[in-house]
Each structure stands twice: as C-alpha cells, then as structure tokens.
C-alpha cells in the first residue's frame, strides 16, 4: 500500500522561509503533488513534480527526489494568509487502470506576525 | 467558468439511512473522484469515474458507490449510514491524464 509522512504542524513568523517535508512509499509512483487546504475550504492545488529537481511557483517551490521517495515544498516570504493545512500526496496507478491521488495526513502552517 | 460545484453544502442523517451527493465538474473535464475526509486529516480517496465507469477504488466498502453521467456529473451513494460516516465528502475534476485535481467546497455529512 501507499504511506506519506508529513510533519503535523510547524510556526513560522511572517517574512520568514519555511520548508515542509514529506517521505513517501508506494508503488507505481508518478509524481508529487502538494495542496493547501484552509480551514473550512477546499483544497488547492499548488505544485507537481514528476521527475527529479525544484519547480518554481512565485513564493511557493517543490521539490523531488524519486531515489530518496522524499519532496519538499518551500514557502518563501511568508505571509498571513499562507496558515493553512499543507497536503503531499503522491500520484500513482496501483490497483486501477487511472491514476488516482493518496493524501498524506496534513501539516499545519501557523504564521504569526 | 464555473468551478466545481457540489451539493447539498449540509446533510444530517440517521444512522442506518442512505444518502446521495452529488457533483459538477469544472468545465472542460472529464474525469472525476471523491473523497473523504474527517476532520484534522487528508482526504481518503473513494474512487474515480471516467467515462461513465469506475477506473479506482480506494480502501473503502460497497456500502460506498457511485455513477457518473454524460455530461461527467457524478453522485455518490452511501447506503447503510454509520456515525464513523460523519465527515467532509470533496469532489475533484480533472482533465484525463492531467496531475492537477480541482476540488469542489465539499459536503458536510453528519450521521446521528
């Protein structure tokens, strides 16, 4: 079966860097996709890696490293309105003829000012 | 362009009732999957229908079941409602093939 590891909860000060880790096993692995999820809201989509190395999204970057089954995502220039529940969740086909999305648990992004 | 749109918002039911949400994907796509999630965790996946059929199952049981129509709406039906039901059901659309998922506001089951 598929398993992610996700810290459950890290602070961090507006400005400052913050990086979220998460290790993963499963098998028919695709890629890494990372949410943010607000309290009350829906999840949405911020980042994908497929293959190995950093993607770049404004304040947000991911990264992946499919020897080490291990991403990250970076939150740079933090703000307020970036506390949120942060999700890794790997993408892969076991089991179907689709590619289906396994969540990891969450972590909780507390930003004070 | 509409978004993900799912309904009801709420629902209170009676253990042992059954219970039908229902979903419209974002314009566009094709391809839809459901999920649950219970309050301070990830959304469990259920399963995903393309074409009008059921392509993944996730760990849960047949009490969970599902259908999706021409124009790619969907509907999940729980049958036999336990309490361990209670929790937020999200819709995601997506284009076939495609990573990135679109999900919709949720519903909020509650079963006493």
């Known amino acids: 079966g598929q398993s992610l590891e996700q810290p459950s909860e890290v602070t961090a000060v507006e400005g400052a860097i913050v990086q979220i880790n998460c290790t993963y096993q499963?098998?028919?692995?695709?890629?890494l996709s990372w949410y943010q999820q607000h309290d009350g809201g829906a999840p949405t989509f911020l980042s994908y890696n497929a293959l190995d190395g950093l993607e770049e999204t404004g304040r947000f970057s991911s990264f992946l490293s499919r020897s080490d089954s291990y991403g990250y995502l970076l939150l740079q220039e933090l703000q307020m309105k970036d506390s949120a529940s942060y999700f890794c969740?790997?993408?892969?086909?076991?089991?179907?003829?689709?590619?289906?999305?396994?969540f990891g648990k969450g972590t909780l992004l507390t930003v004070n000012p | 362009d509409a978004g993900v749109t799912q309904s009801p918002t709420h629902l209170i039911k009676t253990r042992g009732q059954q219970v039908t949400l229902r979903c419209s994907p974002k314009?566009?796509?094709?391809?839809v999957s459901w999920y649950q999630q219970a309050l301070g965790q990830g959304p469990q996946f259920i399963f995903q229908?393309?074409?009008?059929?059921?392509?993944q199952r996730g760990n849960f049981p047949d009490r969970f079941s599902g259908h999706q129509f021409p124009n790619y709406s969907s509907e999940l039906n729980v049958n036999a409602l336990l309490l361990g039901d209670s929790a937020l059901y999200l819709c995601?659309?997506?284009?076939?093939?495609?990573?990135?998922?679109?999900f919709g506001p949720g519903t909020r089951l509650t079963v006493t």
């Open positions: 499963t098998s028919g692995f695709y890629g």
């Open positions: 995601a659309s997506s284009r076939q093939g495609k990573s990135e998922q679109y």
């Open positions: 229908y393309y074409e009008e059929e059921e392509r």
């Open positions: 314009s566009g796509h094709d391809t």
């Open positions: 969740a790997v993408r892969d086909k076991s089991g179907g003829s689709n590619y289906k999305l396994t």
